[in-house]
């Protein structure tokens, strides 16, 4: 098999075959085949697409490039979660503790901010002392003491996404409904899983900001993943604006501390419930869906899913005593409030240029090796349909740094749109949920 | 400018400006920029195309990326002809002296056979002492001695497509449009022409098999040269079955000379006519390309072209004693020949076959470092039309290697189509004249 063959099919439009696609994985992950036709046959794939069938092949050989974790001493199903990615998106912090108070397994793998959106890992981390760098051995531990456990991406784990993500970024192939999702369903399904809840946003504050966009991706990941033997759901939720109120790692934290004993913003509230309720059915925990929103709605209500989240900061060497008392937490030396410049109601925002004021506050990265500052962040006062008087609130920045303020004023000001007219019809959280390829629920 | 961001660009099917693409071409020949990002450049381009401005922006940048030879001491037109590559394509050794005997400068620069293809270069050095690889001032010389030289690429000459090359080689983009254009028009306007005559074939033994695709290069290439002030054009011929009767270095040799004496088969001489007619149009040393058929007819005929021929041999350090004894040449040991297993009428050739079988015989190259056997080749005895009997030979194969004969025979064998009835209609060597982009004139 010579690589400049299956670049050349894939190019003319042909179909590789399940050996050929893993002779490129393999070969590519071993080093044995060089950048620069791995390169060439990305952009084919970019442009050519994949068959479904190619597809899962291309997950089914970056799945098994490294370590697939398994879980033989633990007899519960496991299940996780995976956002595409959004601003003020917290809800893996929430929806481990509930799951895993509800009897499942979540052994969760997840990843850092980069641009205008945020990472679980660092809104971890801004809980002193808290580990996400564990072995296979010691997230096992954490998982049979409290069935939660939240580490990051290791050496072992799918080695050629890593390879073929470096060298996606950098010739202009990051783009690929195929590539994304392998490079997603690789990563989830090596963390040894039985079933998989897909949050796939979109909107102004997602990288999807097409619904259809995002619902081919969407399609694509579940088909792979049930070709893959997995139970999968994606939810298209809305990202045109921030989730909650808090954006920003400690502030997040400290939204879901609030969600954990029930309080909280509705809207976080609500896709919480949504996703766990389909973790729970998914995992057999429940026979349906509703009663999984019930399961979750009473283990935040009885505290459990509350001190299963104080167990699991502890196991991973967190300061549990943060959920007492978050002025623990990481906390911004200053604050100032971003004032409408006028009056009427909130019609639409551009959610990136919130998540992009907290990352100019210190709170996200422009390159992977950018330190972040956990206290800093955006406080949302002022959502889409709310009534707005001028000189009001619109939002709060907490900084350390003077010199990032105006820009992130800027950014926040300029990201609302104030009509006159309040909104004839409020915008629904969850747009549609999928279940199987080509079926599509409206919710 | 960033690569990654034109990458982009390109692949979402923008026009690169001409500072664009002359940043890849210039920052790539001088090691700036990685093989990973051009490769995955070049495919966008193959996939998405290139308009015939970036196309003419790609051509210049890399003309300019080495040395232009310029001829400030020659006062005469320059001209050169360029073919696509054939099977027993061995125009350019009659055309040049052909030209030069008409008062033109043909300064070529000629590569040598890949694949089932002969090359000039090759042809020429089966003349014992044959020096192809002159400096631009030995050019010069032999130049102004006898008005042609013909040598082979040096390193200073066009160093982008060198490393172009190399690269779509193994990354499957070598069969893009565009830069097929930019390679063939940088390195013949490199020569420091006035005018260039193309030769694109068209058929089973061509790299274009068909004859819109040969078509759609040969206006590209057309308006490109015109864009960069040149007056260009293209020729569509026949390669659905060899030119001549001769496959093989020496064995064309043989043929040129014997054209060269105003002998030789029809199909060779008319071609030659024909593009010798149409280099003294565009040099401007005919008013019509008629004024050139004649011109070239006479310059035969006198024996001035023969005469030219022997000069430029001698000057290049060739034994210019081959044109008077061709036992002289290298000859090959033994031959057989090929005898039609069925009678009837030739209806068709896999052209493509009896160029493979010449190199099975050593006559050709599988990879660049193969070492070629001058000596060995096909002679074509039956052609598109002929009637032939069973046991009459089809070909007579020379060989210097018993073990090659077997394959070299079947390929020869096969490559031929008999019918019981004699074909209706003559097939045309000159498809069409393509003299502006857009415009087309059959001949």
Not at 28 to 46: H, K, R
Not at 49 to 58: C, D, N, S, V
Request: with cysteine.
């Amino acid at each position: 098999m010579r690589l400049v063959d299956l670049i050349r099919k894939k190019r003319d439009g042909q179909e590789l075959s399940a050996e050929e696609v893993e002779f490129i994985v393999r070969g590519y992950t071993a080093g044995e085949l060089p950048d620069y036709q791995i390169s060439s046959w990305l952009m084919a794939v970019l442009l050519k697409g994949m068959t479904r069938a190619e597809t899962a092949a291309l997950t089914q050989a970056m799945l098994h490039s490294g370590e697939v974790l398994e879980w033989s001493g633990l007899p519960q199903k496991k299940v996780d979660k995976h956002s595409t990615g959004g601003v003020g998106d917290k809800t893996s912090l929430i929806l481990a503790p509930i799951v895993a108070a509800g009897g499942l397994v979540v052994p969760m793998i997840s990843g850092r901010g980069l641009g205008h959106t945020g990472g679980t890992l660092d809104k971890l981390e801004s809980i002193p002392g808290f580990n996400v760098n564990l072995s296979a051995d010691e997230m096992r531990k954490v998982l049979a003491a409290c069935g939660a456990c939240m580490i990051g991406q290791t050496a072992s784990i799918v080695p050629a996404d890593k390879k073929l993500y470096a060298l996606r970024d950098v010739t202009g192939t990051v783009e690929s409904p195929a590539l994304i999702c392998a490079s997603i369903m690789s990563k989830k399904l090596a963390e040894g899983i039985d079933a998989l809840v897909l949050d796939v946003k979109v909107g102004s504050g997602a990288f999807m900001k097409e619904e259809a966009t995002a619902a081919h991706l969407a399609k694509l990941m579940v088909e792979t993943g049930e070709q893959m033997g997995k139970k999968v759901v994606a939810l298209l939720t809305d990202m045109s604006q921030p989730l909650g109120r808090a954006v920003g790692n400690a502030l997040e934290v400290i939204e879901c501390i609030d969600a954990l004993r029930g309080g909280g913003p509705e809207d976080f509230f609500k896709l919480t419930l949504e996703l766990s309720a389909w973790m729970f059915y998914l995992g057999e925990r429940t026979k349906t869906v509703q009663e999984g929103r019930e399961l979750a709605t009473t283990l935040i209500a009885n505290g459990l899913a509350y001190r299963t989240f104080s167990e699991m900061v502890r196991l991973q060497g967190g300061d549990e005593r943060v959920l007492e008392n978050i002025g623990l937490l990481p906390t911004a030396r200053n604050k100032v409030d971003v004032n409408s410049p006028g009056s009427g109601y909130v019609s639409q925002m551009d959610c990136e240029k919130i998540g992009v004021a907290s990352l100019v506050l210190g709170g996200g990265r422009s390159t992977k090796e950018d330190v972040i500052d956990p206290a800093v962040g955006v406080m949302v006062h002022k959502k889409i349909g709310d009534k707005v008087a001028v000189g009001e609130p619109l939002c709060t920045l907490y900084y350390n740094n003077n010199q990032q303020v105006e820009e992130a004023n800027a950014l926040i000001r300029s990201s609302y749109t104030i009509n006159a007219a309040p909104l004839l019809k409020s915008r629904s959280l969850i747009h549609r949920i999928i279940e199987r390829a080509g079926a599509g629920t409206n919710s």
